[in-house]
């Protein structure tokens, strides 16, 4: 924690404390593929400071999925370092917690929504204290009154709130998420990004999400992270700075919304007329 | 009782119950003549002379308790040799040779092996309905363990969960469906080897008793054997099944196996 401090060079809003839960450092990843080895990742250097909202954007295939496989210790490193709340990651961390895309083979369909929410706790606790806090954490979205269901009964939308449920349940420091609502129709799209929200404002988590969407990134986040070029790096960081609480209709409108919108879809490659 | 009968296959049941009207008839008009083949209303009076005297039960008895003590042994060891193939890499790697020379060669070859060693015993009989029924449980047990959704793994990893509890938690519980058909596979096999053995070794159960019907020329007799040993196969699989999906009803119906 005290070495290395330099690198945190970014303003954001979020992180009051200053205190950082999560360090990349010349961060580099090679991934085998069929023609050999392949630098996914190279030069790879962000904090992220405690109860911080950051997205990842990139294009397709540009490494943000291997990115924060690489953050949650389900893929490792090729060189330099990756610190979570400033212990060095090798496998995945305590107190940090994964929510992957595909939420109908992340859940387990032989349990039902209770014991699925609770398959990450219910081993450190009796039954009792792993139920009330999973109807915690189910209450946290939306979702107390399905408990009794199977995953397979419910619409997508729901299942991806199980999914955040279970993690949440965990009372981890860190969530990661993968495309989180990459695979959900716009209204639940919408309804889900706002009580992301309003359960970050409730417990105060670092959120890393990971999207292709821009308009959910700059909306979501205190600060938004472009991965340019191959093999990727940071190439743009940009703070956004909105008000909080936002609303999907009047922070959409806003000039500093459209400016920031504006900013990272160039980031990513987009020019005026085409 | 109202779901008992409205799943009840009434069209199916009256194209068997159908064909059994035209064999009797066939053989009541003489279209068809073969000295041993007996009319469904002969067989039938058979089946109620053979209960009536005890000996359908006593057969049936033994050749099911021979059957069904080798199955269950199988599927318990199986379930059990098939985990540890899967889990355990080395033994993996020492014994999948062995079992693929093993189970490829065909299993009524080891009948006579089985006389041989046990003698015209039941013993014999279990061990050849064990050794039947065990390779397709722990073929299927090791392929569902296999087969286990890797991001489901992830998932067992990012919740920090022991080996152990990924095995119990995640991967027995994805591979139930599987080991499920590979134990009425067995189950299936155990009947069939049983049968053979009583034949050609201890003269005892329904395999035994269908042979000495056919040798003291009773068609009848013999025909009313072969119904009961239908009978008590569909019976079983179907109690497997109705077993499987009362103690994991959330796993066998998350693959479809529900209803």
Redesign the interface.
Known sequence: MNEDMSIDQSPHDGGDSGSISLECDDLKVTLVGAAGPVDILRDVNFSVAKGEFVSILGASGSGKTTLLRVL???QAAAGGKVRCNGVRVS??P?G???V?Q?YA??L?????IRRNVG??IE?SMSKDDCYSRVDEALALVNLQDRWNE?P?RLSGGMQQRVQIA?ALA?KPSILLMDEPFGALDAMTRASLQDELQHVQGLTGTTIVFVTHDVEEAVYLSDRVLVLQKTPAAVGLELATALPRPRDQMSTKESPDYLRLRHKVYEALGHRVGH | MSRLTSRFNWLGFSTFFGFIVLWELLIRLKLISFDYVPPPSEVFVAARDLILNGEMQLNLQHTLTAALVGWIIASVVGVILGVLLAVLRPMWTYSMASVDALRSLPIVAFVPVAVLLFGFSLQMEIVLSFYGALWPVLLNTFAGMRDVEPRLLEVGRVMRLSKASRIWKLQLPSATSHIVVGMRLGLAISLVLTLVAEMVGNPAGLGFALVQAAQALQPAQMFAYIVAIGVSGIILNAGLIRVARLLFSGQMASSGESK
């Open positions: 949650g210790g389900l496998g995945p305590a940090v917690v994964t992957f595909d083979n992340s387990l369909p032989w349990r039902n398959l990450g081993a199977y397979w279970r965990m």
